[in-house]
Nanobody
Framework: QVQLVESGGGLVQAGGSLRLSCAAS????????MNWYRQAPGKQRELVAR???????NYSDSVKGRFTISRDNAKNTVYLQMNSLKPEDTAVYYC???????????????WGQGTQVTVSS
C-alpha cells in the first residue's frame, strides 16, 4: 500500500507564493508519473502539472510559467512551487502518483487527501 501525504496549502494574497509538498510512503518499485491536480468549487478536477519518469514536465496553460513541479528522490517527495498566485488558482490541490508496485507488479494510481489553497484578491 502506498500513501501520499500533502502539506503546504494555506491562504495567500494575490501575487504571493506557496510550495506544496507530497510525501510518499510504502513499497514502490518504480514511479511512472507524479502529478498535481486541482479542483475548484463547482468545477471538474484538472491536471495542473505532471512530472514523468523521464524527467519531462508538462503544465496546464493556466499555470505555465508560474508553477514548477519537482521531486526529491531521497525524500520520496514531489513539490509544486506556485508563484504569482491569482485568485483563480483557489482550489483544493491533490497529489497523484502512478506507480508500479505489488506482487505481481502492476501499475496503480494513488491520491493524496488534498490541501486547500486560497488566494485572496
Amino acid at each position: 500500500q502506498v500513501q501520499l501525504v500533502e502539506s503546504g496549502g494555506g491562504l495567500v494574497q494575490a501575487g504571493g507564493s506557496l510550495r506544496l509538498s507530497c510525501a510518499a510512503s510504502g513499497s514502490i518499485f518504480s514511479i511512472n508519473s507524479m502529478n498535481w491536480y486541482r479542483q475548484a468549487p463547482g468545477k471538474q478536477r484538472e491536471l495542473v502539472a505532471r512530472l514523468v519518469y523521464t524527467g519531462n514536465t508538462n503544465y496546464s496553460d493556466s499555470v505555465k510559467g508560474r508553477f514548477t513541479i519537482s521531486r526529491d528522490n531521497a525524500k520520496n517527495t514531489v513539490y509544486l512551487q506556485m508563484n504569482s498566485l491569482k485568485p483563480e488558482d483557489t482550489a483544493v490541490y491533490y497529489c497523484n502518483e502512478v506507480v508500479v508496485t505489488g506482487t505481481p507488479q502492476r501499475e496503480y494510481s494513488y491520491w493524496g487527501q488534498g490541501t486547500q489553497v486560497t488566494v485572496s484578491s
